[in-house]
């Protein structure tokens, strides 16, 4: 299984941006897909999932900015980040959980700065 995320780049406080994460490879239909960052000197966080039923669950930090959506046939998740703050500055790392199995992708970087 591979992760290959896109997106992420500069954005000024306010602003918005997506990212997206396919997942290719032998997957099992019933699985959870979501979106992890890891800011410098930080662990990494839990920022938003969404289960291929539709269930999507959010970090606090992230609720009512940032919205998970998936679509299954190509096994893609998004990620769109509305009213960025500085804080939200990270690397962004797709995440499929299948069963026991956890894979990660590389990251992308997602700068908010003016």
């Known amino acids: 299984v591979q992760l290959q995320a896109s997106g992420g780049g500069l954005v000024q406080p306010g602003g918005s941006l997506s990212v997206s994460c396919v997942a290719s490879?032998?997957?099992?239909?019933?699985?959870?897909l979501g979106w992890y960052r890891q800011a410098p000197g930080k662990q990494r966080e839990l920022v938003a999932t969404?289960?291929?039923?539709?269930?999507?669950n959010y970090a606090d930090s992230v609720k009512g900015r940032f919205t998970i959506s998936r679509d299954n046939a190509s096994n893609t998740v998004y990620l769109q980040m509305n009213s960025l703050k500085p804080d939200d500055t990270a690397v962004y790392y797709c995440?499929?959980?299948?069963?026991?199995?956890?894979?990660w992708g590389r990251g992308t970087q997602v700068t908010v700065s003016s």
């Open positions: 995440n499929l959980r299948v069963l026991k199995y956890v894979f």
């Open positions: 969404v289960t291929s039923g539709g269930s999507t």
């Open positions: 490879g032998k997957i099992f239909r019933l699985n959870v």
